[in-house]
């Protein structure tokens, strides 16, 4: 039976058991003259735990040991005497197998064709053979459940450390995994940094991966001129453009704008966080950076190139409004509107309101929300890889070329160089310096937040 059935069988069968746990307690509620512990939909959720969670478990197991097992039923048939005894062609032709048994009709070995009924025939066994496993299991232990449904039974206790235990697996999946990022880029720097020393890397002003001397790496692998355009790109150029528009508009659709005119202008400016970068980036290439470029011919700079800093940042800084609008409208609507009519109250004006009261008082997500937009800008790819250009300069002139660390990742990982090399290993030095830069962001964000919400509570 496919997967997707059989969960679908699961879910099915943890409503009936649902219906018949909660029923059962409600029988016993009505006949008993004790007081049930828990309530009748509480223990219909413990007998519908224990008859999914086990048979989920189950399924997901057995459709990932499947594959495998029909594998070693193709290669124990006796057409399989004709496989290659290991390497890349056995490997091909038995992919092809599972591909013939799936419907593709496309292939290149006869062999895969006829071993693939094979492969389907031992898949459909062990189909049925796990959905009747699972249903018996599913009974069963839907069943243990059943019985222990009484009176005095703690269901909702049972339930509660449940959820308390799904909520701790989730926590710990999430936090895993940032572990395992760090950790893989971690691996792969200290590589690249047992060929190129760190201060080369971290304080050397050229970079130019391309040409690479084998007896001194980190010449052309200095990558503070990276630094430098992430940071002018987007943590000035972009800053400069979202903070002033996204504090405003938070200002005005919280303190001037009408209801009406407010509900419609929130929504349109938080649609700018859901258009797909690659539109921003295409935005940025075709219409944003050559009319860059014809305002600076025209000022004088000869050299304007539509792939500069400004473009770039004037895109991504569009892109973040609304991450600073939004936490700003927040923070602003979150302050106590005493506060607001007692200064009104004193006789200062809706402005001097606003500046000495509402904003000092708003600042903890102010700066969470310009913080944020930081981290997001310096992280951003798309927009940085079809409208920066690839040439690592420091420079102070908007209108000269300049890249990023990300623009620089996306270059080296998809080059043809060895996966070993310097050229290659030097983007996960990269994303690493990237992840401890968005960490500390994070760790001041947590930091001023917590200064100024005691300062302000």
């Known amino acids: 039976m496919n997967p997707y059935t059989l969960l679908f069988l699961v879910a099915g069968l943890g409503v009936i058991a649902w219906l018949t746990g909660r029923a059962r307690a409600a029988r016993f509620g009505a006949a008993s003259t004790r007081r049930l512990h828990s309530l009748p939909g509480q223990h219909g959720f413990y007998v519908a735990m224990w008859t999914v969670i086990p048979a989920l478990i189950f399924v997901i197991a057995w459709s990932v040991l499947t594959p495998s097992l029909a594998t070693d039923a193709v290669t124990s048939a006796p057409l399989a005497s004709q496989l290659p005894a290991f390497g890349y062609e056995r490997e091909a032709i038995l992919n092809e197998v599972r591909a013939r048994a799936g419907g593709s009709e496309y292939g290149f070995y006869p062999l895969a064709e006829q071993l693939a009924p094979v492969y389907a025939q031992a898949s459909r066994l062990y189909g049925w053979l796990g959905t009747g496993i699972t249903i018996l299991l599913a009974f069963a232990c839907g069943a243990f459940a059943y019985t222990r449904v009484k009176a005095e039974f703690r269901a909702r206790t ?90 405003m508009s938070a200002i005005y659709l919280t303190q001037y704008a009408r209801p009406v005119v407010r509900q419609w202008m929130k929504p349109l400016l938080e649609i700018l966080a859901g258009v797909p970068t690659v539109v921003y980036g295409y935005f940025a290439a075709l219409t944003v950076g050559p009319a860059i470029r014809d305002v600076a011919v025209s000022l004088g700079f000869t050299y304007a190139s539509s792939e500069s800093a400004l473009s770039a940042g004037l895109v ?62 310096i992280g951003e790819t798309m927009i940085v890889v079809m409208a920066a250009s690839g040439a690592a300069n420091v420079t102070l002139n908007p209108f000269d070329s300049a890249t990023t660390v990300t623009k620089q990742i ?48």
């Open 316 to 377: 991504m800084g569009v892109m973040i409004i609304p991450f600073v609008s939004s936490m700003a409208d927040d923070s602003i609507a979150a302050v106590p509107r005493a506060m607001r009519d007692g200064s009104l109250a004193m006789g200062a004006t809706t402005s001097e309101t606003i500046r000495k009261v509402l904003l000092p008082a708003a600042l903890p997500g102010v700066v969470a929300g310009v913080l944020l937009a930081v981290s997001r800008a």
């Open 158 to 247: 049972r339930v509660e450390r449940t959820v308390m235990l799904a909520l701790l697996v989730a926590s710990l999946i999430a936090i895993l995994t940032t572990l395992g990022i760090f950790l893989s880029l971690l691996f792969e720097s200290l590589r690249f940094f047992a060929m190129v020393p760190v201060t080369d890397f971290l304080f050397g002003t050229l970079w130019s991966p391309q040409v690479i001397d084998p007896a001194d790496p980190g010449a052309t692998l200095g990558a503070v001129p990276l630094f430098w355009g992430t940071f002018f790109i987007g943590a000035v150029i972009a800053m400069l453009v979202a903070i002033p528009f996204g504090l």
């Open 410 to 457: 996306v270059d080296l990982l998809t080059g043809e160089a060895e996966f070993d090399s310097p050229k290659t290993l030097a983007a996960f030095a990269l994303g690493l310096t990237l992840f401890m830069v968005t960490f500390l962001l994070n760790i001041v964000a947590l930091r001023v937040v917590k200064k100024y919400r005691e300062a302000y509570e």
